[in-house]
């Protein structure tokens, strides 16, 4: 059995000190009720790849640790094409899952004192010594990462990265990104002992069932379904939350088994 | 921040040898989609009180621990009222959730070598020496205890308890059956630090809000939403499941929120 139990105490530390007022105080924006959702990966300074993503949706909600959906999966299958199936760790620009997109409103909140400086002490405690590169997928993480002083020193080095969100709407425009991304990344990075990096380009036409992968056990909390960190697990209630606009106490999360064994 | 971690090695390495394949063999008895679900509280050795309830439903599929749903929050008011919030370790008869009630099929899947060995091994390993008092909620935890040779010594010394089964269907004779266990099991435990145990008798007409318990943080995976542990939060989709007879891959669990922030 492997999971991960939780965060060493250096981050649980960092996490209760997390600015959850700034974005109770914005409930149109934040689907507060569901809770932040911290990281993914190893916080235990093993990790030699930080991504940073947008913000957590349905299927994180239900798994409490970020990127295990559709996003997640193929993100996963990034790592492995760069050879990492353990020393990565992930976080996101937002704590909680958003309505809508990344905007203007978003951009402000995120330029709040109190949420800035938090993200960037994050962001610094995770930049430990065996770090090799960043890489920000979306405009949010983009911001992130242009509002991070850290960021000096790995753009100095070309060490880091900015990449379309994994599930950008155009395929040809995003896959052409993961491509750079991965052609100028592999290079940098120290594989993970059993894997092989495969820098082959992904096909522009759109993600291939092959070209995701599942979000590893040890990635996740203890005992969860064998099935769980693949497949389109999560939806909520109301699909898309066009009427739903703010935190609501019903709100809902439809968990679907993804095989007939767990 | 408090939370539960997962199992020390010890306790780990025997979930890993638990009879999964016994159930596997029998669809049409346990919802195998979800998972097996192993325990909730302390595995370290502190636990002075040993509950055995029925098998997982729902909430508990969604938190991936035993007695987290009203059955849960109602034997949490039980171990306030008897002075506990932390010192207690809980397991079910079942480790799947299960088809209907407990019945002589059911019983006959118990008496299954594999099954009631393992089982008993898992007893034995929580019976540590500084263990009170043993407690079993309704007719497949009795079985367990009847089946389990570590029982005599509780036995013996009058300190092994049988109660109804926390959803039990009439209020007055569970009830009373609770009424006799706490008034007698009050008297064999050590307190936890600042609980103050309270043995005044249930009234007899049913639970009252203020008979439930929420379930500590301390014995819930990292990072769930805050409002965890309290409230009716999960529904399987097709509710009873009077149609859904065997495990389905499309088996789906609703999880509501239970406030307007997590």
Same mark, same amino acid.
């Given at each position: 059995?492997?999971?991960?139990?939780?965060?060493?105490?250096?981050?649980?530390?960092?996490?209760?000190?997390?600015?959850?007022?700034?974005?109770?105080?914005?409930?149109?924006?934040?689907?507060?009720?569901?809770?932040?959702?911290?990281?993914?990966?190893?916080?235990?300074?093993?990790?030699?790849?930080?991504?940073?993503?947008?913000?957590?949706?349905?299927?994180?909600?239900?798994?409490?640790?970020?990127?295990?959906?559709?996003?997640?999966?193929?993100?996963?299958?990034?790592?492995?094409?760069?050879?990492?199936?353990?020393?990565?760790?992930?976080?996101?620009?937002?704590?909680?899952?958003?309505?809508?997109?990344?905007?203007?409103?978003?951009?402000?909140?995120?330029?709040?004192?109190?949420?800035?400086?938090?993200?960037?002490?994050?962001?610094?405690?995770?930049?430990?010594?065996?770090?090799?590169?960043?890489?920000?997928?979306? /405009?949010?993480? =983009? +911001?992130?990462?242009?509002?991070?002083?850290? !960021? *000096?020193?790995?753009?100095? #080095? %070309?060490?880091?990265?900015?990449?379309?969100?994994?599930?950008?709407?155009?395929?040809?425009?995003?896959?052409?990104?993961?491509?750079?991304?991965?052609?100028?990344?592999?290079?940098?990075?120290?594989?993970?002992?059993?894997?092989?990096?495969?820098?082959?380009?992904?096909?522009?036409?759109?993600?291939?069932?092959?070209?995701?992968?599942?979000?590893?056990?040890?990635?996740?909390?203890?005992?969860?379904?064998?099935?769980?960190?693949?497949?389109?697990?999560?939806?909520?209630?109301? /699909?898309?939350? =066009? +009427?739903?606009?703010?935190?609501?106490?019903? !709100? *809902?999360?439809?968990?679907? #088994? %993804?095989?007939?064994?767990?």
């Amino acid at each position: 059995m492997r999971w991960d139990p939780g965060p060493p105490p250096s981050f649980a530390t960092l996490f209760e000190q997390a600015p959850l007022a700034s974005y109770q105080a914005l409930p149109a924006k934040f689907r507060l009720e569901w809770g932040p959702i911290y990281y993914r990966g190893r916080l235990d300074g093993s990790a030699r790849l930080l991504i940073v993503g947008q913000d957590p949706s349905a299927d994180e909600n239900l798994v409490r640790r970020a990127m295990v959906g559709t996003a997640g999966q193929r993100v996963q299958g990034l790592l492995r094409k760069l050879g990492l199936d353990h020393g990565y760790v992930i976080v996101n620009a937002s704590l909680y899952s958003i309505y809508g997109q990344f905007d203007a409103e978003m951009a402000g909140f995120m330029d709040q004192a109190a949420v800035r400086a938090w993200r960037n002490r994050l962001l610094d405690q995770l930049a430990q010594p065996g770090l090799q590169a960043v890489v920000g997928f979306g /405009k949010a993480a =983009a +911001k992130v990462l242009d509002d991070w002083p850290g !960021a *000096a020193a790995f753009k100095a #080095a %070309q060490r880091l990265f900015q990449a379309q969100h994994p599930t950008a709407r155009a395929p040809a425009a995003l896959l052409k990104s993961w491509n750079q991304t991965l052609a100028a990344l592999a290079p940098l990075l120290t594989p993970d002992p059993g894997v092989t990096p495969d820098p082959s380009p992904y096909p522009l036409s759109g993600f291939r069932e092959q070209d995701l992968a599942r979000v590893p056990a040890a990635d996740l909390p203890f005992g969860m379904p064998a099935w769980l960190g693949q497949g389109d697990m999560a939806t909520r209630l109301i /699909k898309g939350q =066009a +009427k739903l606009k703010t935190p609501a106490a019903n !709100a *809902a999360i439809l968990w679907t #088994a %993804q095989a007939d064994q767990g």
